[in-house]
Nanobody
Framework: QVQLVESGGGLVQAGGSLRLSCAAS????????MGWFRQAPGKERERVAV????????DYANSVKGRFTISRDKANNMVYLQMNSLNPEDTAVYYC??????????????WGQGTQVTVSS
C-alpha cells in the first residue's frame, strides 16, 4: 500500500506561482510512475503531468506545457509540481497519484486526498 499526501495549494492571483508537494510513503517502488491530476467543478479529471520515478522522464498536458514542471526527490520520496503563470482556468482540486505501471497513462493505483488551487483574475 502507498500513501500520498498533497500540500501547497491555495489562492493566488493570475500570473502567480504555486508549488505543490506530494509526500509518498509505504510500499513505494522505483518502477512507479507518479502523476499530478486535476479536476475542476463540472469537468472531467485531467492528467496534468507525470514522471517516472526511475529515470525521471516526464510528460505534460498541452494546457500546462511551458508553465508547469514536475520533479521528484527520490531520497525523500517527494514529488513536486511547480506551477507558473497561473490563470483562472488552472483552478481545480489537484491530486497526486501513483501507478505501478511505467505507462504514463496508468492505471493509477493510489491517490492522495487532493489540494485546492484557486486562481483569481
Amino acid at each position: 500500500q502507498v500513501q500520498l499526501v498533497e500540500s501547497g495549494g491555495g489562492l493566488v492571483q493570475a500570473g502567480g506561482s504555486l508549488r505543490l508537494s506530494c509526500a509518498a510513503s509505504g510500499r513505494t517502488s522505483s518502477s512507479y510512475t507518479m502523476g499530478w491530476f486535476r479536476q475542476a467543478p463540472g469537468k472531467e479529471r485531467e492528467r496534468v503531468a507525470v514522471i517516472r520515478w526511475s529515470g525521471g522522464s516526464t510528460d505534460y498536458a498541452n494546457s500546462v506545457k511551458g508553465r508547469f514542471t514536475i520533479s521528484r526527490d527520490k531520497a525523500n520520496n517527494m514529488v513536486y509540481l511547480q506551477m507558473n503563470s497561473l490563470n483562472p482556468e488552472d483552478t481545480a482540486v489537484y491530486y497526486c497519484a501513483a501507478s505501478r505501471s511505467r505507462n504514463y497513462g496508468g492505471p493509477y493505483d493510489y491517490w492522495g486526498q487532493g489540494t485546492q488551487v484557486t486562481v483569481s483574475s
